[in-house]
């Protein structure tokens, strides 16, 4: 299995469906990207940007990590966030969580993973900030999908308080961030309703004056 011949068997026919359809796609792909949308994700295997909404290659510019999370000081997801909004110009930045999140779950139970329980730290704020709200909820199930919902809304809030995407804002460019929650076991995608599309809509202490 040194070669993983099948994947690239798999390329050779995914490669040929495409230029079927347009035989141009991937020359007219090749000189430029020009996607209108930022997905910040899960990294989970079943929750694929492309394929959830249904779009092609050069359509949606992709960041992924383990339960969604945009934390202040993440150089990674900063620099795509960076990158997108400033050289690609995108519209609309989608943070797109899912219920049955394995990171969120193993915030919940606070036992030991090793290192990733540093990152799961950041899930842990987010349930700190909202411990009434779910800990009233008395089905444990109901709990951790509340939980994958306010992780959504928070890691919003997180983008927007960016000063990339502040000063976007600010410089009248049009950006929406959104949240986005979807559903591994039906394939539908619900909208948080918590989209942002300027300054005024940021909170006081986080606002670039
Ligand atoms: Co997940």
Known sequence: MRVLKHLFDNNQRWAARIKAQDPNFFTKLSRQQSPEYLWIGCADSRVPANEIVDMMP???FVHRNIANVVVHTDLNCLSVIQYAVEVLKVKHII??????CGGVKAALENTDHGLIDNWLRHIQDVYRYHQAAVDAESDENKRFNLLCELNVVEQVANVCHTTIVQNAWKTG????????????????L?????????????SATHRLR
């Not at 460019?173 to 539908?188: A, C, E, K, N, R």
């Open 190 to 202: 619900k909208d948080m309703n918590v989209c942002t599309s300027g300054l005024a809509e940021v």
């Open 95 to 100: 943070v797109c969580g899912h219920y049955g």
């Open 58 to 60: 050069g359509e949606i």
């Open 173 to 188: 460019q049009p950006l929406s961030v959104h949240g986005w929650i979807y559903g591994i076991d039906d394939g539908i």
